[in-house]
């Protein structure tokens, strides 16, 4: 994700503004005068056209912020009632992601346009090339009839200067699944029916249209009550915040959670259970096996393709296995998943093992809304170092090397990496469904949503490049996996 665009910006000054409310006496009152606070009278407006409708933004994003949907916004409610909605509400709403209305834009329809720069030349290239008839010649350019124009681009590649374009819906372009498009007003809208929960959308637009519905006041008022709750941090936070991993952990319980588990521990355990299946499918002569853990690819296979749910590993996540050791541990204990992706949110509704989820945005604006600094922390170690292979688990590539290292016949497989859900990997699984796995005889698929793994999450907030090169060096000096003892 771009994680230096202003929006990103926006988005976490709201987030620490909404910590420091909380901590307030008077959270409801504070929390309505964020969008005031950040615009007050006199000040420079720099995105919009005035200072009210920035206001009518900024308050959108508190919205979302305090855990609501945009949509079910009657606009005559104070951001005080809902600060104070927040703090009474026991489960989160559904469907983790709301579109701002007012920020959306509302782009021109995606198409494939003829630009200005059209010579209106001899040959006709585009015209020819064309096998839908949707080319004509208008005063000696050409235009293309959106009715009959098949978005097939051949005549952008025809054109020799360049002059046809394909205008894009970024949201709309960036969804695998075709789950937002425009409504009657023409503004971005969400099917959460076929909606994957994968994030594309929220890096995609640069209006900042769509967010996540927040979860941090809920994991704030149970820490205020003085609940036992329990961090569980994802293999990808290394190398997202400053420091090492057992900085970062004394930091959170700093914030006040009662204790910080690595979600490495259950990758090791995925990374066995899943081993030992590949083995007993192959023996029954099955073509292949997909991989488990992503959300983001276990909604595709939920609501989009059944055809390939026979090959799905029946082993759970990471996060399932570690949220019941919490539980076994500490049964009076919130579970609260940190993570990199909204994909997360929903796997965290579907499982009563798991109370919340915040991600990696709202835990940095934690952490400076609490003015709490990482690198000045003390190192606190875990009670069980987890694996090199657990904890590389966020990375392309390392579910499958997990489950190769923690297979005692390694030669047996062949991995198949799928980085990334888009429209073409997607068909490539569809077609894997059919003919099954042929690339060079692979039997084990490994497929992440995010194209690079977690570490580019919509929710991390860190350079892939560096966030990997840090996670990288911890990996290398972690122990190998190795059997739990009976």
Known sequence: MNNNSQAIHLKKEILIRLVKAFFSENFPQNARLIPYDMRPKGSEVPYRCCIYKERAILKDRCIAGLGFAIEEDDE???LSDYAQKALEREIPQNDPL???????KGCVPSRVYVTNLCQGCVARPCQSTCKFGAISIVDGKSVIDGTKCKNCKMCISACPYNAIVKLVVPCEDACPVGAIAKDENGHAKIDFDICINCGKCIDAC????VHEKSQIIDILRRIKEGKKVIAMIAPSIVGQFPGSIYQLKSA???AGFYDVYEVAQGADITSLNEAKEFAERM???EKFMTTSCCAGYNQLIKKHMPEIKPYVSTTKTPLFYTAELVKNKVPDSITVFVS???AKRTE????PNIDFVMNYEELGALFVGRKIEILSCEEEKFDKESSKQGRNFGVTGGVAKAVQDASDKQDSIKPCIISGLNKDSIKQLKKMAKDGCNSDGCNLVEVMCCEGGCVRGNATINNSRSAYKVLNEFVENSPEIKEPKK
Do not use: Q, S, Y
Not at 206 to 209: H, I, K, T
């Open 252 to 254: 959170i319980k700093k």
């Open 98 to 104: 709301t579109v701002l209305d007012a920020a959306c």
């Open 206 to 209: 640069p209006f900042a249209a």
């Open 348 to 351: 965290g509704m579907e499982n």
């Open 340 to 342: 990199p992706c909204v």
């Open 283 to 285: 023996e029954r002569g």
């Open 76 to 78: 005559t409610r104070l």
